[in-house]
């Protein structure tokens, strides 16, 4: 099916969140549905759009993979309550980590994370509540992608040629498909979503995953997870369009206490861009990457190399897996 673009500038909100709010309430009828809020900019405006459309018709669910970055399924579950929008945060930890289990091929590793979200916790929890419907933010950025190959985003089922009815038995509503993440962003703004959620910098549905190079384990999430947390501290002021901490699978040798150690490496990115489709580095100062370096090394245990990606998208991509 041909999916028409409506641009940053043809987007009118109001008439959006009117329009697609009946057309959801109409397919959705009298029966349940369930979405997954990630914190991410799209899910999160999904399951403010459909919430007003729905209502209690809309369970919304916040998987915890064990992918998140800190404190994130908390605070988003939080967020989401004092709007008066009920969360219920699902541990499938052991989930996740069981599919990724000595996986180091990219698109292996993102087909386990569609299999475990899609099939196994998703697909529970249509037969427990009775669901019919699965709500979700695909854009038409990450359609255009997976369709030109580049990298299988982890919530295309349609264009893989998966029909999630035959598949895992509910059907799929993806009501952001034709917007790009600055339309998202505005709608978010429309939808009142304070601007910490409409405003933050994308963040991947295969979580922190997509930032581990090669086997994805609870203690390279782990390790990965605290270099997010300090590059987040110190380029949350940058205005750039994304900015992410990756671990590399190679070891370096290092020096610590005056003896070698054999050490791990984390890259910096940090974008300008307006849609994640083409992007640059951000000229980030001396100082800024002085201080990154330093604190990754001491504040990390293990990390002896700290590296700052200056590629453009394409050849490169925003996320390294
Ligand atoms: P890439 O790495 O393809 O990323 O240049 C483009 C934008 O999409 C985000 N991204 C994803 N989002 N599922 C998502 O929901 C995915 O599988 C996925 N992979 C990448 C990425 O963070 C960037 O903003």
Redesign the pocket.
């Known amino acids: 099916m041909e999916i028409k673009e409506i641009t940053l500038n043809e987007l009118d909100t109001e008439k959006f969140i009117s329009e697609k709010g009946q057309e959801i309430s109409s397919l959705v009828g009298e029966g349940l549905s369930i979405n997954a809020l990630?914190g991410?900019v799209?899910s999160a405006v999904v399951t403010m759009l459909c919430h007003r459309a729905l209502g209690d018709r809309l369970k919304t669910y916040f998987i915890d993979t064990g992918l998140m970055r800190e404190k994130e399924p908390e605070h988003i579950v939080s967020l989401f309550k004092d709007m008066g929008v009920p969360v219920e945060l699902i541990d499938a930890q052991k989930t996740f980590f069981d599919a990724l289990k000595g996986q180091t091929d990219p698109e292996k590793k993102?087909e386990a994370?569609t299999r475990s979200f899609y099939k196994d916790v998703f697909g529970k929890l249509v037969r427990d509540t009775g669901a019919r419907y699965l709500l979700q933010?695909?854009?038409f950025?990450?359609i255009e992608?997976t369709v030109a190959g580049?990298?299988?985003?982890?919530?295309i089922l349609e264009q893989l040629g998966i029909d999630p009815e035959q598949s895992y038995g509910y059907r799929v509503i993806e009501p952001l498909i034709q917007l790009r993440?600055s339309a998202i962003r505005k709608l978010g703004k429309s939808l009142g979503l304070p601007e910490e959620l409409y405003n933050r910098?994308?963040?991947?549905?295969?979580a922190l995953a997509?930032r581990v190079i090669g086997e994805v384990t609870p203690e390279r999430v782990k390790l990965v997870r605290n270099a997010t947390t300090i590059v987040e501290e110190e380029l949350s002021q940058s205005k750039a369009?994304?900015y992410?901490a990756i671990l590399h699978e190679d070891r370096v040798t290092g020096i610590r206490d005056g003896k070698r150690d054999y050490g791990f490496q984390i890259e910096i990115r940090c974008w300008e861009?307006t849609d994640?489709?083409i992007?640059s580095p951000t000229r980030l100062s001396y100082d800024i990457l002085d201080r990154l370096a330093e604190r990754i090394t001491t504040e990390v245990p293990g990390v002896v190399s700290v590296t700052y990606n200056i590629t453009k998208?394409p050849p490169?991509?925003?996320?390294?897996?």
Not at 316 to 321: D, G, L, N, V, Y
């Open positions: 990630s991410g799209d993102r994370i933010g695909t854009n950025t990450d992608e580049i990298k299988r985003q982890h919530n993440k910098p994308p963040f991947p549905g295969p997509a369009f994304q992410l861009s994640a489709k992007g998208k490169s991509t925003i996320e390294a897996i």
